[in-house]
Structure formats: structure tokens, C-alpha cells
């Protein structure tokens, strides 16, 4: 069974960075794309970004590019999201999903940006 | 950036009602379309991929139809527990993009 836990979520004021982790388990970690999608509070979803398999090719919404690097260390069945620059458009419940087509997803991870 | 537009946003509906949900793409996106649907306060669950195929374990009322621009959602017999948000997931060119959604209420 996939399992995704992210974590890392939490209050940061604005320009701050944060780094959201999610652990993965139950499947091939290395080869599967992973992605990252958010909800703001009482808003829809938004794709954020994802990263392939091998971890050399990443894309980016618009409204993160150049703020937010994914990573993934396919040796702890990991991938990062390495958020910079923050601002309160940011703050919204982030979740870690598998593949480019999001089958399976965490729990997610709150982040608010406040000052 | 493809454009998702979902209609309609918002919609009343009664058990054992036929809905149908609407996405429509700012240019040909292929067959690279997903449904997601989301209850209040839960993570988002994908129902369709690849427009059409059902996700394994999601009953055989719900089904998705379309292909380039335009693309259905349809739910044949409305159940008490059907009813949330849905919402559509383009992902045949980065950036991917979701529609606005639709919450489908009593």
C-alpha cells in the first residue's frame, strides 16, 4: 500500500523559508515522478511542482518558480520541497502525490505564512 | 499556461439525480485528464484518468468522457456520499493546472 507522510509545515512570517519533507513507502520509490500540490484555506487545488523519477528534471507553477526547488533523495525515499521568499499567498495545506497524474496522495502539511 | 474552466461551480442536486460535470481546456490537452474528488476536511481522491478510466475501487456510477478541449464528468445515480467537490487536473503540459471546482451539494 502507497503511503505518503509529509512534514515540515509550520508558521513562518513573511520572506522566511521552509523546507516540507515527505516520506514515502510501500511502492518503488525510484521509479515513480513525485509531485507537489496545495490548498489555501477554503480555496481549490494548485498544482506547485513536481520532479521525475531520477530527480534531473523539475517544473514549477508560475507563482513558484524561482522561490521553490524540488529535490528527492531516492536513497531515503524522500522528496523535498524547499520553500524561500514566502509570502501569505503561500499559506495553505501542502500535499506530496505520486506520479505526474497525482494517483496517490498524503495527508498534507500546514503551512502559514504571518507575520 | 493551459486554462482549465469547470462549470458549473456550484450545483444542487438530489439523490438518484444524473449530474454531469463540465472542464473545458484553453487548447487540446490530448486524452490527459483527471477527476478528483474532495469531502470536506479529507485529501482529494482521484476518480478518472486518462478522461476515461475509472480508478480501481471507485463504483461504475461515476464515468468521464472527452478527448482535446472538452471533457465530462458523470454521475449516473446520485449517492448521499457523492456529494463534494470535484475538480478536473490537466496534466499534458507543465504547468499543470486544476479547475476552479465544483461543489455539488443536497
Known amino acids: 500500500e502507497v503511503q505518503l507522510l509529509e512534514s515540515g509545515g509550520d508558521w513562518v512570517q513573511p520572506g522566511g523559508s521552509l523546507r516540507l519533507s515527505c516520506a514515502a513507502s510501500g511502492f518503488t520509490f525510484s521509479t515513480y515522478p513525485m509531485s507537489w500540490v496545495r490548498q489555501a484555506p477554503g480555496k481549490g487545488l494548485e498544482w506547485v511542482s513536481g520532479?521525475?523519477?531520477?530527480?534531473?528534471?523539475?517544473k514549477y507553477a508560475d507563482s513558484v518558480k524561482g522561490r521553490f526547488t524540488i529535490s528527492r533523495d531516492n536513497s531515503k525515499n524522500t522528496v523535498f520541497l524547499q520553500m524561500n521568499s514566502l509570502t501569505a499567498e503561500d499559506t495553505a495545506v501542502y500535499y506530496c502525490?505520486?506520479?505526474?497524474?497525482?494517483?496517490?496522495w498524503g495527508q498534507g502539511t500546514l503551512v502559514t505564512v504571518s507575520s | 499556461d493551459i486554462q482549465m474552466t469547470q462549470s458549473p461551480s456550484a450545483m444542487s442536486a438530489s439523490v438518484g439525480d444524473r449530474v454531469t460535470i463540465t472542464c473545458r481546456a484553453s487548447?487540446?490537452?490530448?486524452?490527459?485528464l483527471a477527476w478528483f474528488q474532495q469531502k470536506p476536511g479529507k485529501v482529494p481522491k482521484r476518480l478518472i484518468y486518462s478522461a476515461s478510466t475509472l480508478q480501481s475501487g471507485v463504483p461504475s456510477r461515476f464515468s468521464g468522457s472527452g478527448s482535446g478541449i472538452e471533457f465530462t464528468l458523470t454521475i449516473s445515480s446520485l449517492q448521499p456520499e457523492d456529494f463534494a467537490t470535484y475538480y478536473c487536473l490537466q496534466h499534458n503540459s507543465h504547468p499543470y493546472t486544476f479547475g476552479q471546482g465544483t461543489k455539488l451539494e443536497i
Open positions: 502525490a505520486t506520479r505526474w497524474w497525482l494517483d496517490s
Open positions: 520532479i521525475s523519477d531520477s530527480g534531473d528534471g523539475a
Open positions: 487548447q487540446g490537452i490530448s486524452n490527459s
